[in-house]
């Protein structure tokens, strides 16, 4: 029997609340970025920033106000990763270490995901003034005009994006995995904000992304908006609470660069 889909709201009104809180959300980091230094914890490898907590407030609010009987997940608020019904994901600074530094590639993410799918999402970076959107059935956008995953067929030709788990548990696996990659591609980048990373892949300017350890918000409004934009994305692997392996690519490119995944590099335990 065939379950009925949650999806009551008009796609293009969820889009429009999705881009609303991320460009608010996004205006308010760059705003405020001369208390980039308001520190709630300092790790390792990352860092929580006031800033951090603030712009989910800022995201929560929007959405709460447009769709109060809608759950939300927020990399800040915390919340169950549900796979019914309809959950809003958000990420209000991707990048956050980036965005510490004064470093300008970071984003806001926000998501509606219908039982486990996105069906609409918006990633805007505030510094470089690219918002990126799409909805299911609609073409994927950057600042509204349409735009499309590169062409690239040739595996030496690709630039690929990946990132380091923050945990700073042993990399070696992903170190072997950058080694093997990196002396069959143009050029391998670890940029520090995923949502953008495969925002870039949607609009061509790179051609595949891949990581493991990474977060559900990082990645549910960028994996519709790569496949909006005629690319193809994929969870690899699913760790422990929101923890997955994931990959996105123009297409051309994802079996090929699925072949240099194996064996897949470890996926961390931890939540
Ligand atoms: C991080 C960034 C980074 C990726 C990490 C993410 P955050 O998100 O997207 O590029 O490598 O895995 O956790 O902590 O800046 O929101
Ligand atoms: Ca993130």
Request: proline letters at 4%; glycine letters at 8%.
């Amino acid at each position: 029997m065939s379950r009925k889909p949650a999806l009551l709201s008009d796609p293009d009104d969820l889009l429009t609340c999705a881009e609303t809180a991320a460009r608010k959300a996004g205006a308010h980091a760059l705003h405020q970025s001369r208390r980039r230094n308001e520190v709630i914890q300092l790790s390792a490898h990352d860092v929580k920033l006031k800033l951090d907590q603030e712009c989910q407030a800022v995201a929560e609010h929007i959405i709460r106000a447009r769709f109060p009987q809608h759950r939300i997940l927020g990399e800040e608020s915390g919340g169950k990763q549900l796979d019914t019904g309809i959950v809003w994901v958000i990420d209000p600074i991707d990048g956050t270490v980036n965005y510490f530094h004064g470093l300008p590639l970071w984003c806001c993410s926000v998501a509606i995901r219908s039982d486990g799918k996105t069906v609409a999402g918006a990633v805007y970076a505030p510094v470089l003034d690219e918002c990126y959107t799409a909805r299911i059935g609609k073409p994927a956008r950057c600042n509204g005009k349409r735009m499309a995953v590169s062409a690239t067929r040739r595996i030496e030709q690709a630039i690929v994006a990946t990132g380091l788990n923050k945990q700073g548990q042993d990399s070696s696996d992903s170190m072997a995995f950058f080694r093997r990659l990196s002396t069959k591609i143009q050029r391998l980048r670890i940029m520090g904000s995923a949502a953008l990373d495969i925002c870039h892949v949607a609009c061509g300017k790179a051609d595949g992304y891949f990581e493991s350890g990474i977060y559900l918000w990082d990645i549910a409004a960028g994996s519709l908006i790569v496949e909006q934009a005629g690319g193809r994305s994929e969870i690899l692997d699913r760790g422990n609470g929101h923890r997955i392996s994931f990959m996105a690519t123009n297409g051309h490119l994802h079996d090929s660069l699925k072949e240099l995944l194996v064996p897949v590099p470890h996926m961390p335990a931890t939540s």
